[in-house]
């Protein structure tokens, strides 16, 4: 154990550069992208908790003026990256790219002075940090869900985190790809193809991409006019735990919260809905093409993250949990091992990623002790 956590630091501070870090400290991703330093900043907290918050902060500097925090920002315009802030062009102070993704950073920031006591100084950081953030989730539930349902969108699969999961098959397949697409991939230049999106996945993510700047990245035009347009449990979970952890931290620092509450218990009720335990299905949901999505995607379970007040309705997803990976060595393959879509190495279409686990595990810690021991311990050895 001493051994990793030795390692974590060495790579977290070798991927430092000033104020933010790097995802990884290859060609890949030379920029700050916004779910990731969320996880920086918790590992940060560690062993540096002013290194933490300046992680966040300057993750919140790149807000845009309507309060959404972008999934990049380009601290650094000399890169290979593709799409970089040129093709972009777009950032409030800093240049970025024109989409969000899943806000982790609220209840990252609430474990982190759940674990730790800050000082003064660092209470003032925060407070500030505090407000930028509610303006973000604010932003969500006006942009992303407009009729007030009670659960959001993401407009861009770029803006779930995972890429290219199967969950996005389906939708992604009705896309419009647009003709004479100039561009050139940087990503598969470092990391094998096979472990990467396709290239017709590429010219999609390209065509959203494009059609969002023609209309300025304006949120209310672009949630009516997107070829892509989602309702998916993992997203909507870590928002609905973001808002729950943002009630809880603006009444620890005095600011009101009121106008979130009636959104908590809407989501609260729409959430709970998307899992059907006689079946043992999640059902994501394409918006734009009004049509169920049912994928087995590890994200789905999520829903444990949120939090949810059902002990019956919690134990039954725990229940399938438990059957995703059976008789696998490793734990949790992005998506279900037996379903048609998985490839062992294909980015988000059946690799296990670290976050996932511990956004599980997180869910899972208050309502099945042993189970979550389970996957933590399970956890630590992939990276033996
Ligand atoms: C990429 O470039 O692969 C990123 O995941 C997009 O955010």
């Known amino acids: 154990m001493k051994k990793l956590i030795k390692r974590a630091k060495k790579i977290l501070l070798g991927n430092r550069r000033e104020n933010y870090t790097l ?25 540096n908790i002013e290194l933490a918050i300046q992680e966040l902060e300057t993750l919140i500097d790149g807000q845009w003026k309507d309060g959404m925090v972008p999934h990049i920002l380009f601290h650094d315009k000399n890169t290979k990256y593709f799409p970089n802030h040129t093709v972009w062009n777009c950032g409030n102070k800093i240049a970025s790219s024109g989409i969000t993704q899943p806000p982790i950073l609220v209840s990252v920031l609430k474990q982190i002075l759940d674990n730790n006591k800050i000082n003064k100084e660092q209470k003032n950081k925060v407070k500030k940090l505090i407000k930028k953030i509610k303006k973000y989730l604010e932003w969500f539930i006006k942009f992303r869900d407009p009729k007030n349902t009670g659960l959001v969108s993401i407009l861009h699969p770029w803006e779930s985190g995972y890429d290219n ?16 697409l100039k561009y050139k991939r940087g990503d598969i230049k470092v990391v094998n193809a096979e472990q990467r999106p396709l290239d017709e996945d590429y010219d999609r993510y390209v065509t959203i991409k494009n059609h969002f700047k023609r209309n300025n990245y304006n949120p209310k035009k672009i949630y009516k006019i997107s070829q892509f347009n989602v309702v998916d449990i993992g997203f909507n979970s870590i928002f609905l735990r973001a808002l729950k952890d943002l009630v809880i931290l603006l009444k620890n620092f ?87 879509s998985f490839e062992e190495k294909r980015y988000w279409r059946g690799p296990i990623w670290i976050n996932c686990n511990w956004i599980i595990y997180q869910g899972l810690k208050n309502k099945d002790k042993f189970f979550s021991k389970y996957v933590k311990k399970k956890n630590y050895r992939i990276n033996k």
């Open 23 to 47: 995802p990884t400290n290859n060609k890949l991703y030379p920029a700050q992208w916004n779910w990731d330093s969320a996880f920086i900043s918790l590992g940060y907290s560690y062993f």
């Open 254 to 340: 005095e600011q009101n919260f009121s106008n979130l509450t009636t959104y908590i218990k809407k989501s609260e009720k729409k959430l709970i809905k998307l899992y059907n335990s006689k079946k043992d299905t999640f059902q994501n949901y394409d918006v734009r093409n009004k049509k169920k999505i049912n994928v087995p995607s590890i994200t789905n379970f999520f829903i444990l993250y949120a939090d949810l007040k059902d002990e019956l309705f919690n134990k039954n997803v725990i229940k399938s949990l438990k059957k995703y990976n059976k008789g696998n060595k490793y734990i949790f393959s992005s998506i279900k091992p037996d379903h048609k």
């Open 165 to 180: 999961s199967a969950i996005w098959d389906e939708p992604m397949s009705k896309i419009q790809v647009e003709k004479n």
